[in-house]
Structure formats: structure tokens, C-alpha cells
């Protein structure tokens, strides 16, 4: 049917999947939980700092606090549906994509990009303190433009 219209396909509301995800991950699905669930996970994977989720909640009209949104993601992060990037010890941001993987950290723009877990190869790691085990392995290379 060539005469047919390109409608906007509208696409299936992700809001009871991302409330099963909250229920799966322990965390009861009120209604901010899930609008911030959609923020985070309603697209491609990326990293977000507290701020910017924030402003971004502000943009989508859903009315939170910074402190609830610090809360919300480790709340998050603890129930495995995020992970933390610890760039110092001031800023984290929140990665979407919780499988192995490394970061570059651009400086000069405060983003981040990922690196496959497979590019960073370790000669020698040391052993971990005794009684405990390995849980992961984050590395963070920090990059800035090249001068001329
Ligand atoms: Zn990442």
C-alpha cells in the first residue's frame, strides 16, 4: 500500500516492564521510582550523574529533590539495576549497562565512554585481601583533547 501515511509509531509504553524490573529488584514501583526508571532505562545505555538526572527529571516535569534522586540511585545501584562509576571523590555517575566494562573519562567534557571488557587485559593482579574475593575490576582512563 504505497498510498498509506508514515504515522509516528508510537511505541508500546515501558512503564508495566520497568515496574516488573522494580518488583524483581526488590524495590517497590511508586510512582517516582518509575518515572526516574524511565529516565534512566527508556533508552540506550548511558551513564548519568546525580545532577543531570536530575535536571533531566525537571525537564520531564516529574517534581523531585536532588537528595531523592542520590537516594533513588543507590537505592538502584544497590539492587544491582545500576552500576557506579566513581570518577573522585566527588563525582559518580551511573552506568545503565551493569556488565564488565571499563571507562574512558573525557576531562574536558565530563563524559563518559565505554571500553569492552575485553580491550583491557591484566598481566598481574594482586591477590585480594585474605577471606576475600575479587567482585570486580573498574578501570577509568582519563583522556582529554590532544593539543594541537
Ligand atoms: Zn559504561
Given at each position: ?8 509509531r ?23 521510582r ?42 538502584f ?67 582529554r583533547?590532544?593539543?594541537?
Amino acid at each position: 500500500m504505497s498510498d498509506r501515511t508514515q504515522t509516528a509509531r508510537s511505541l508500546p509504553s515501558r512503564k508495566p516492564c520497568l515496574t516488573a524490573v522494580l518488583r524483581m529488584a526488590g524495590l517497590r514501583p511508586t510512582r517516582q521510582r518509575v518515572a526516574l526508571a524511565e529516565l534512566l532505562f527508556g533508552g540506550p545505555h548511558r551513564h548519568v550523574s546525580a545532577e543531570q538526572l536530575h535536571g533531566e527529571a525537571n525537564d520531564a516535569s516529574v517534581n523531585v529533590s536532588l537528595a531523592t534522586i542520590y537516594n533513588t540511585l543507590h537505592q538502584f545501584h544497590e539492587a544491582g539495576l545500576l552500576r557506579e562509576v566513581a570518577v573522585d571523590a566527588s563525582r559518580s555517575y551511573f552506568d545503565t549497562d551493569t556488565s564488565d566494562h571499563h571507562h574512558f573519562y573525557v576531562e574536558d567534557e565530563q563524559r563518559m565512554i565505554d571500553i569492552p571488557a575485553s580491550s583491557v587485559e591484566f598481566l598481574t593482579l594482586p591477590e585480594p585481601p585474605k577471606g576475600m574475593m575479587v567482585s570486580h575490576v573498574d578501570v577509568v582512563i582519563r583522556v582529554r583533547k590532544a593539543q594541537g
